[in-house]
């Protein structure tokens, strides 16, 4: 028998690849820096998931339970790993207790860090305290509470909804779209319109990409359905006449100023590269692709395999990505690193 | 023309003054020619329900903008200044003012539909155009378009007769609308009609013109489609708050 896999941070990517290897009868050692397992849906408290409209903690709830239930899976928690050394098939993993391990794989399921929104000080994150981030509206909607305007608690008439906070922006060095922002907001419009059919939602855009089949069910959906508005410009800034915030920019459809007052701005915030990945490149000897996200090996040739044999990586640690999809690579990852233990590394396609 | 080259001059607010002189300086010529502030300092949220309450406008919360319609549009083809898309627009966000500055160009549509044929998101702009025409109509801001005079004495004539007879709909049409009925083309129109069509089948149609036969036991039918029309009317009314009000 193999010694067990190594399966680094236990979200969507991680639980999915540790159950997968479990269920084809591998030893897996699941570590997680955060002393509770589901990544960012449950360490952030988001609501309904896209696509699937089921609650964050149900669904990626279930997944957590099954991996806490699963024999061959020991999962250590508020852990980290500080030396990992060794070849595939053998590596040795020093953890942050002093403890020491024998692994024959790694994957890397380590995910992304939500962008900080005080880094973009024009858009009044931090100055305003009713202007908050997509993040806060996932748990004022999932702890029940409902959406209101954190300075005294009123439900609001009106939210702008600021797309591509932290993405698509070279003044901050981040040059990528964060993927699933777009739908995100559309369906948090959605969810504040039900709750407070009385509140118009604006979503300020520069380009709406709701990908593949997200785009009827709630780009459309949202325009059709709930009346929701989305107007074409990148804003310049949120600022406050003492009463309300008020939004400015330039409305690029009839190439007008704007400055409309709103009582609660969401940021549609981004998915930044991990904090951790300096330190998590280091440790591993695993290279980091320009964004700083994880460098993920040929997809043709070597799905989920990083700059070192033996090293797999799945999810939002190798750039923004779904939930959906980072299920899918984590479970793919998990045959890859099977698959390399049973036939030795495979060589690239030749 | 895109509209941000429409003039930023208001040409209403013009003054032209041909000869002024002001202490011995010749200031003759155009006055007023700053640019009011275009700022838009918020969004009149009560437009597009209005609209939308209106036959036609139902679906006009879904435009995305494509600028397909106008791009199609037969009366932007021959005035740029004829667009679609750009109504949609500033009925979405209640830009009153802005709209009412083309009242008295919006009803110029044709209803050829190719707008309609062409939305991706079934927005029926031509319907949309339709329910603004309307709008303004309602709110006293146009008289009634010619095509609206038209749709008017079409339906006024089914709901008395329960049938239509062209040439009695197109008399009333130009008297109504102040045209002659001596226009070339009808004329020709007319003359090609007498030529090629058999002798009984041009009695009847005078016969039909002079007499103007009604369907056969009609009378309940009338009264329920005028009743359904004026229940309409006042609706319509009353969702652009206005007195539910005496029309027709
Ligand atoms: C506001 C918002 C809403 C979203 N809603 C949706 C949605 O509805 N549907 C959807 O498909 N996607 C959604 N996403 C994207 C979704 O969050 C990601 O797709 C998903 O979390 C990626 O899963 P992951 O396992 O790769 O990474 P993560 O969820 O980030 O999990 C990474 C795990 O690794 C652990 N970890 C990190 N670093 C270390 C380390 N050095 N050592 C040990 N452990 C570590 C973390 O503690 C964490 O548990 C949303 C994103 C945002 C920002
Ligand atoms: S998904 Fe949409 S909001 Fe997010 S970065 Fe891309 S374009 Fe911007
Ligand atoms: S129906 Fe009216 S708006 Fe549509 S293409 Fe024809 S003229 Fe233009
Ligand atoms: S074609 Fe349809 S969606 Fe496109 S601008 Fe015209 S009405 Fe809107």
């Known amino acids: 028998m193999n010694d067990p896999v190594l399966v680094l941070g236990g979200g969507p990517a991680g639980l999915s690849a540790a159950h997968a290897l479990a269920a084809a009868g591998q030893n897996v050692l699941l570590v997680d820096k955060e002393n509770v397992l589901g990544g960012a849906p449950i360490l952030s408290g988001y609501a309904k998931l896209v696509p699937s409209g089921e609650w964050a903690k149900d669904a990626i709830g279930g997944m957590v339970d099954r991996v806490r239930a699963d024999p061959r899976i020991e999962v250590l928690t508020g852990e980290r790993v500080m030396r990992f050394d060794g070849n595939p098939g053998a590596f040795n993993v020093a953890l942050g207790s002093g403890a020491t391990r024998a692994v024959s794989a790694a994957i890397l399921c380590t995910g992304f860090t939500h962008f900080d929104s005080v880094n973009k000080p024009e858009w009044g994150f931090g100055t305003y305290p009713d202007v908050v981030t997509t993040t806060q509206v996932e748990q004022m909607i999932s702890s029940g509470r409902g959406v209101h305007c954190p300075s005294d608690g009123r439900k609001p008439a009106r939210v702008a909804i600021l797309l591509c906070v932290g993405s698509r922006d070279r003044q901050i060095g981040r040059e990528w779209c964060s993927k699933i922002c777009c739908t995100v907001s559309s369906n948090l419009a959605m969810e504040i319109r039900e709750e407070i059919p009385e509140c118009s939602v604006y979503i300020y855009y520069m380009d709406i990409r709701t990908f593949g089949l997200y785009e009827d069910k709630y780009y459309w959906e949202s325009q059709e359905k709930h009346h929701v508005k989305y107007i074409k410009a990148r804003i310049a800034e949120v600022t406050s006449n003492g009463d309300r915030l008020i939004v400015k920019g330039e409305d690029t459809l009839v190439k007008r100023p704007i400055t409309i007052p709103f009582d609660l701005v969401v940021h549609a915030i981004g998915m930044d590269p991990n904090v951790d990945n300096m330190t998590i490149s280091a440790v591993f000897d695993v290279q980091l692709e320009k964004h700083g996200y994880l460098a993920k090996a040929s997809s043709y040739s070597a799905m989920c395999g990083t700059s070192r044999p033996g090293v797999f990586t799945a999810g939002a640690a190798t750039g923004p990505e779904t939930i959906d999809d980072s299920i899918a690579q984590g479970q793919a990852a998990a045959m890859a690193a099977l698959a390399s233990l049973r036939t030795g590394l495979p060589q690239a396609a030749e | ?248």
């Not at chain 2, 607010?13 to 010749?26: C, H, M, P, S, Y």
């Not at chain 2, 700022?39 to 494509?66: F, S």
């Not at chain 2, 709008?135 to 008395?160: C, R, Y």
């Not at chain 2, 069509?197 to 009604?214: C, I, S, T, Y």
């Open chain 2, 1 to 248: 023309m895109p509209i941000h080259e429409k003039s930023l001059i208001r040409p209403e607010n013009l003054i032209r003054n041909e000869q002024l002189i002001i202490d011995g300086v010749d200031v003759s010529g155009d006055w007023s020619t700053f640019i009011a502030p275009r700022v838009i300092t918020d969004y009149n949220e009560a437009l597009e329900p209005e609209i939308a309450a209106l036959p036609g406008g139902e679906h006009i919360h879904r435009c995305w903008q494509c600028g397909s319609c106008s791009n199609a549009c037969t009366v932007n083809a021959l005035n740029p200044d004829f667009n679609p898309r750009y109504w949609i627009y500033l009925i979405r966000l209640g830009l009153e003012s802005e709209l009412l500055r083309d009242k008295d160009i919006i009803w110029q549509c044709v209803s050829c539909n190719k707008c309609t044929h062409i939305c991706p998101r079934d927005v029926d702009p031509e319907g949309v155009m339709k329910a603004t025409a309307r709008w303004l109509e309602l709110k006293g801001h146009t008289p009634p378009s010619p095509a609206m005079e038209f749709d008017n004495i079409f339906s006024a004539q089914v709901i008395t007769t329960g049938r239509i007879e062209e040439g009695r709909l197109l008399r009333k049409f130009f008297a109504h609308t102040g045209q002659k009925l001596t226009q070339d083309w009808l004329l020709g129109l007319v003359r090609g009609l007498v030529m090629r069509m058999p002798v009984g089948l041009l009695l009847r149609l005078g016969w039909a013109g002079v007499r103007a036969p009604r369907t056969r036991k009609w009378a309940s039918t009338q009264r329920a489609i005028e009743e359904f029309i004026i229940e309409q009317e006042a609706a319509q009314r009353v969702a652009l708050g206005l007195p539910p009000g005496e029309t027709r």
